[in-house]
């Protein structure tokens, strides 16, 4: 087995996840390009981490359970051959040191205990650290989101005189690749300017350049953001992202 980061990098959940780090700390992560999603049922966390065992799971002890069932829910996670490799973490207000002695020593946790009284920079810095020691992020320099199945995600704009529109097929912070019908046969190098994104209702507006093209029944255009993109755009997109991933995560947690 390599040792090797994997190329897609890990998912990243958050059980039960208090108002801080839903209101503040998951920004922070997924600005730093974590794949991140909030789970509030630790049984459907228990089959997500069974179909997805090199996952980093953060449990709240405050909340779900008692601390004595959440100890033995760890213990089960840990101890079941399917879920051995999941990297546990805790979040707590809880300051108690010999708590977390316990865990970090005895239940052997290994992805932290993090005290949420210590203040939010102070919880960011660990969480961030604690996700660059496990590699979380991969190989992967950006979280990408699958729009194949979103028909609300679509694109439109101008070229070659003509009003064209398409459906998104991914999107990430640095680009996005997307089909037209009829298929305007687009340059590579291209420059498409004042291009529309319709991410689900919010719309963006987004200048990139045909960075080339894939697929074969049907020409599917990849397409990078060009400089003048500006952080409010990307900020919409990342939570298009977010709101992508999750969904589909709440999908295969019930199934």
């Known amino acids: 087995m390599s040792d090797e980061p994997s190329l897609l990098g890990k998912k990243v959940f958050f059980l039960y996840p208090p108002s801080v780090v839903r209101d503040d700390l998951i920004t922070q992560l997924l600005e730093n390009e974590f794949e991140i999603y909030m789970l509030k049922d630790h049984e459907a966390a228990r089959r997500l981490l069974r179909k997805f065992p090199d996952s980093i799971i953060f449990v709240n002890i405050d909340e779900g359970m008692l601390e004595a069932a959440w100890e033995a829910w760890m213990r089960?996670?840990?101890a079941a051959p399917e879920t051995a490799g999941v990297g546990i973490g805790i979040v707590t207000y809880n300051n108690d040191e010999a708590l977390q002695r316990k865990y970090l020593m005895d239940v052997g946790i290994r992805c932290g205990f993090v005290r949420l009284k210590l203040g939010i920079e102070q919880s960011a810095k660990i969480?961030?650290?604690?996700?660059t020691a496990n590699e979380a992020k991969g190989r992967?320099?950006?979280?990408?989101?699958?729009?194949?199945?979103?028909?609300?995600?679509?694109?439109?704009?101008?070229?070659?005189?003509?009003?064209?529109l398409g459906t998104v097929k991914d999107i990430s912070v640095v680009g996005f690749s997307c089909a037209f019908t009829p298929d305007p046969r687009i340059a590579r190098n291209s420059l498409l300017e004042d291009v529309q994104l319709?991410?689900?209702?919010?719309?963006?507006?987004?200048?990139?350049?045909?960075?080339?093209?894939?697929g074969s029944d049907s020409t599917e255009y990849v397409v990078l953001f060009t400089n003048k993109v500006d952080g409010a755009a990307r900020s919409k997109i990342r939570r298009y992202i977010q709101l992508a991933l999750q969904s589909e995560i709440e999908l295969v947690g019930r199934s």
């Open 198 to 214: 319709k991410l689900r209702g919010v719309l963006v507006k987004v200048e990139g350049i045909v960075f080339g093209t894939r």
């Open 76 to 78: 089960a996670i840990l």
């Open 127 to 131: 969480l961030l650290d604690t996700l």
């Open 140 to 164: 992967r320099k950006y979280v990408r989101a699958n729009c194949a199945n979103d028909s609300l995600s679509t694109v439109n704009m101008n070229y070659a005189g003509a009003q064209v």
